[in-house]
């Protein structure tokens, strides 16, 4: 099994210009979600999934959209870069939705994006 | 509102020693569940040990074990016989729902640093 899968692992962009972060996990779970890290904080949920056709906003979700194309995919796109979105972003999933298990997720290994 | 406090930017410890990292958490949920990740050099996340808000015994995994003192809402980390490889960022989160849906919230987390 791989786990979560992220690409790319690094990626500079120019303010304005659009990209897609790609997640992908194979351990058939329903839940997904998009973070980001900024130094010297904690993860900040953008997005989540409950399922496939189904996202929520999470803390910080301006300036991102997000597509769950099906239960092993979840996309995240910028539409236009701005450099306070230089940061680490990290897909993570989760066996359990709604209120059944621990709810542990588990992570992917994180782009690094650069905006300019 | 969630909040998760890690108040230790960074911690040092010899080798083979044990060592407390801190977190105390807010929530004004019943049910919730407290997460301890560990974030190594390479940037990926590490799911450590696990305590759900009405376990009576703490949490242990290994040289690991959690702390739980719910009165005070803490959830300490402790590891036990400290190695090198344990030189990480350590993030204390927890499991939050609404309307059903579930995310977990993170502190800003511990840097540890293993002596030899």
């Known amino acids: 099994n791989a786990g979560v899968t992220q690409t790319p692992k690094f990626q500079v962009l120019k303010t304005g210009q659009s990209m897609t972060l790609q997640c992908a996990q194979d351990m058939n779970h329903n839940s997904m979600y998009w973070y980001r890290q900024d130094p010297g904080m904690g993860l900040r949920l953008i997005y989540y999934?409950?399922?496939?056709?189904?996202?929520d906003k999470g803390e910080v979700p301006n300036g991102y959209n997000v597509s769950r194309l099906n239960k092993r995919e979840f996309s995240l796109r910028l539409e236009s870069a701005a450099p306070s979105q230089t940061s680490v972003y990290f897909c993570?999933?989760?066996?359990?939705?709604?209120?059944?298990?621990?709810?542990?997720?588990?992570f992917g290994p994180g782009t690094r994006l650069t905006v300019t | 509102a969630q909040k998760i406090t890690q108040t230790q930017p960074g911690m040092f410890v010899q080798e083979k020693e044990a060592v407390t990292l801190d977190c105390t958490y807010d929530t004004s949920d019943q049910s919730y569940g407290l997460f301890w990740y560990k974030q190594p050099s390479s940037g990926e996340m590490i799911f450590l040990i696990y305590?759900?808000?009405?376990?009576?015994q703490n949490a242990t995994e290994g040289r690991y074990s959690l702390n739980f003192q719910k009165a005070r809402k803490s959830a300490n980390l402790v590891i036990s016989a400290s190695q090198l490889g344990d030189s990480a960022m350590y993030f204390c989160a927890m499991r939050y729902t609404w309307g059903g849906r579930r995310a977990l919230t993170f502190g800003s987390g511990t840097r540890l640093q293993v002596q030899p």
């Open positions: 305590q759900g808000s009405y376990d009576e």
């Open positions: 993570a999933s989760s066996p359990h939705t709604g209120t059944g298990g621990l709810g542990e997720q588990y």
């Open positions: 999934s409950a399922s496939e056709g189904t996202t």
